[in-house]
């Protein structure tokens, strides 16, 4: 792609429909306090954590039940106006913006545990509830619901943009771990996907096709999830490495050897110091694998013991255990702040976070390439990875007020992407397309993947309501 095509989704295609005042009327008829057009309000619901300016949603609907989801999109479909889901804003990509004007559907007080099925490790949520308060809610049961994004994300949004997070390597993302879904369709038809059964082969997977479309052909209204027993024993550690390449090389020995690891985060040196700063800790300012190991004592004794000894092989050194709860929060705590401790590190900056994942044999070429890139550039960044799965993360801060630099840090994306592309990954390997990824997408699955895409958008959105503008223009 030429420089002009690499860097078009700099600025969104902003295409406002009019807000017609009799749904306004209707809306606030029907919704009372619970609609809001105070500015205040509609500009909290009209930006996330992208760099992207946006005009505010014409009006909020604070939604407590499926009802009234179920209403507003009914009330909005019925003057072809957009709706887009709203959860707790803290997408990257520009999911909740509203590109077209048109209505935020904030599913935040939809925030019960509807019920836990124990026996059968399953439990079902609203969709505003966040993934801190399930954990909390079946620890009691001896379980817990594994899929960790970092920030405290409502279940609903890291549905609807298939998240993952530090766990998955070896729990698998939000694709393995929904069982069901309840949607609100672009009608205001309220149907249900799935059931709690382990498997099915019954008719076409509609939950997988939810998860993941980013509000794009439903609001998410329920969800079921797995669970998972408590391990019976959790232990941490870090270590160090001269290079990111030796850290890297143990990531992909450990993958390769098969070794049942639960966690195994990637921290560059840079971003360790913003850490240390940030959390006031003493971690050695060096490459880090912060890792975690779960199992028997036992299992979870050796599983480390084999990663310190293949750690070695790559002068791996200052291996640290945190074996205590407090411990461990303290560590991964750190870690899920390095975003807030890297904008902390240039007052005044934003950050342009992206991701990609490649697989696990290509991750050493592709993770090392972009850290050239980046440090040749000039642009301070921060990178975290869960490579793992071969998925990691940049950041790169820079002053919103000089164009120039947002510029160059979209450079660098684009090459970062087009690189994971050439290696057979993928353009965002947790955060979702949104507005940021769309160019990515068409080069990645091609023109006849996206166009199928269009045509299922259209067959269950005909008026385009839902969310639109974003993963692909129309």
Same mark, same amino acid.
């Given at each position: 792609?030429? %420089?002009?095509?690499?860097? #078009?989704?700099?600025?969104?295609?902003?295409?406002?429909?009019?807000?017609?005042?009799?749904?306004?009327?209707?809306?606030?008829?029907?919704?009372?306090?619970?609609?809001?057009?105070?500015?205040?309000?509609?500009?909290?619901?009209?930006?996330?954590?992208?760099?992207?300016?946006?005009?505010?949603?014409?009006?909020?609907?604070?939604?407590?039940?499926?009802?009234?989801?179920?209403?507003?999109?009914? $009330?909005?479909?019925?003057?072809?106006?957009?709706?887009?889901?709203?959860?707790?804003?803290?997408?990257?990509?520009?999911?909740?913006?509203?590109?077209?004007?048109?209505?935020?559907?904030?599913?935040?007080?939809?925030?019960? =545990?509807?019920?836990?099925?124990?026996?059968?490790?399953?439990?079902?949520?609203?969709?505003?509830?966040?993934?801190?308060?399930?954990?909390?809610?079946?620890?009691?049961?001896?379980?817990?619901?594994?899929?960790?994004?970092?920030?405290?994300?409502?279940?609903?949004?890291? *549905?609807?943009?298939? #998240?993952?997070?530090?766990?998955?390597?070896?729990?698998?993302?939000?694709?393995?771990?929904?069982?069901?879904?309840?949607?609100?369709?672009?009608?205001?038809?309220?149907?249900?996907?799935?059931?709690?059964?382990?498997?099915?082969?019954?008719?076409?997977?509609?939950?997988?096709?939810?998860?993941?479309?980013?509000?794009?052909?439903?609001?998410?209204?329920?969800?079921?999830?797995?669970?998972?027993?408590?391990?019976?024993?959790?232990?941490?550690?870090?270590?160090?490495?001269?290079?990111?390449?030796?850290? =890297?090389?143990?990531?992909?020995?450990?993958?390769?050897?098969?070794?049942?690891?639960?966690?195994?985060?990637?921290?560059? %040196?840079?971003?360790? @110091?913003?850490?240390?700063?940030?959390?006031?800790?003493?971690?050695?300012?060096?490459?880090?694998?912060?890792?975690?190991?779960?199992?028997?004592?036992?299992? =979870?004794?050796?599983?480390?013991?084999?990663?310190?000894?293949?750690? /070695?092989?790559?002068?791996?050194?200052?291996?640290? !255990? #945190?074996?205590?709860?407090?411990?461990?929060?303290?560590? !991964?705590? *750190?870690?899920?702040?390095?975003?807030?401790?890297?904008?902390? /590190?240039?007052?005044?900056?934003? %950050?342009?976070?992206?991701?990609?994942?490649?697989?696990?044999?290509?991750? %050493?070429?592709?993770?090392?390439?972009? =850290?050239?890139?980046?440090?040749?550039?000039?642009?301070?960044?921060?990178?975290?990875?869960?490579?793992?799965?071969?998925?990691?993360?940049?950041?790169?801060?820079?002053?919103?007020?000089?164009?120039?630099?947002?510029?160059?840090?979209?450079?660098?994306?684009?090459?970062?992407?087009? @690189?994971?592309?050439?290696?057979?990954?993928?353009?965002?390997?947790?955060?979702?397309?949104? $507005?940021?990824?769309?160019?990515?997408?068409?080069?990645?699955?091609?023109?006849?993947?996206?166009?199928?895409?269009?045509?299922?958008? @259209?067959?269950?959105?005909?008026?385009?309501?839902?969310?639109?503008?974003?993963?692909?223009?129309?």
């Amino acid at each position: 792609m030429n %420089a002009p095509a690499q860097l #078009a989704h700099l600025v969104p295609d902003i295409q406002q429909r009019p807000m017609p005042a009799e749904l306004l009327a209707a809306l606030q008829s029907r919704f009372s306090s619970q609609c809001s057009t105070a500015m205040a309000v509609r500009e909290q619901h009209g930006r996330d954590e992208s760099v992207y300016d946006v005009p505010p949603p014409a009006a909020v609907v604070f939604a407590q039940n499926t009802q009234d989801v179920s209403d507003a999109v009914t $009330l909005a479909a019925s003057h072809k106006v957009p709706v887009i889901p709203f959860g707790v804003g803290s997408s990257l990509e520009g999911h909740l913006l509203a590109v077209q004007g048109g209505i935020s559907i904030d599913v935040s007080r939809m925030d019960q =545990v509807l019920s836990i099925n124990a026996e059968d490790l399953t439990v079902t949520v609203q969709p505003g509830v966040t993934r801190k308060a399930v954990n909390e809610a079946v620890k009691s049961e001896g379980l817990f619901f594994p899929i960790d994004p970092g920030a405290d994300a409502s279940i609903g949004g890291m *549905a609807a943009t298939r #998240a993952s997070g530090t766990n998955a390597v070896r729990y698998g993302t939000m694709r393995e771990n929904v069982l069901a879904l309840e949607v609100v369709t672009a009608s205001g038809e309220v149907i249900r996907t799935g059931t709690r059964a382990k498997k099915s082969s019954a008719g076409y997977d509609l939950t997988r096709l939810m998860v993941g479309s980013e509000g794009t052909l439903g609001v998410i209204t329920e969800v079921t999830l797995k669970l998972y027993p408590l391990p019976e024993a959790i232990s941490a550690a870090t270590c160090s490495f001269p290079t990111i390449e030796a850290a =890297v090389r143990t990531v992909i020995q450990v993958i390769q050897l098969g070794v049942p690891i639960a966690r195994c985060e990637l921290i560059d %040196a840079n971003t360790v @110091r913003m850490v240390n700063a940030h959390s006031k800790l003493g971690l050695r300012e060096e490459h880090m694998l912060l890792m975690e190991f779960h199992g028997s004592p036992a299992s =979870v004794k050796e599983q480390a013991e084999t990663v310190q000894e293949i750690a /070695s092989e790559f002068e791996g050194n200052a291996f640290q !255990w #945190a074996t205590t709860p407090e411990e461990r929060t303290r560590l !991964w705590t *750190a870690r899920h702040n390095a975003y807030f401790a890297a904008i902390q /590190s240039k007052p005044g900056c934003r %950050a342009i976070s992206t991701d990609t994942c490649v697989p696990i044999s290509r991750l %050493a070429d592709c993770l090392l390439d972009s =850290v050239a890139e980046a440090d040749a550039s000039g642009i301070p960044y921060f990178l975290v990875g869960h490579v793992g799965d071969g998925n990691f993360h940049f950041g790169y801060l820079i002053d919103p007020a000089i164009p120039e630099e947002r510029e160059r840090a979209e450079v660098l994306n684009n090459q970062l992407v087009a @690189r994971a592309l050439r290696l057979e990954g993928t353009c965002t390997g947790e955060h979702g397309v949104g $507005l940021h990824k769309m160019d990515f997408l068409l080069t990645e699955a091609g023109t006849g993947a996206v166009d199928m895409m269009r045509s299922i958008k @259209r067959a269950l959105d005909p008026d385009n309501i839902l969310n639109p503008g974003k993963i692909f223009a129309l």
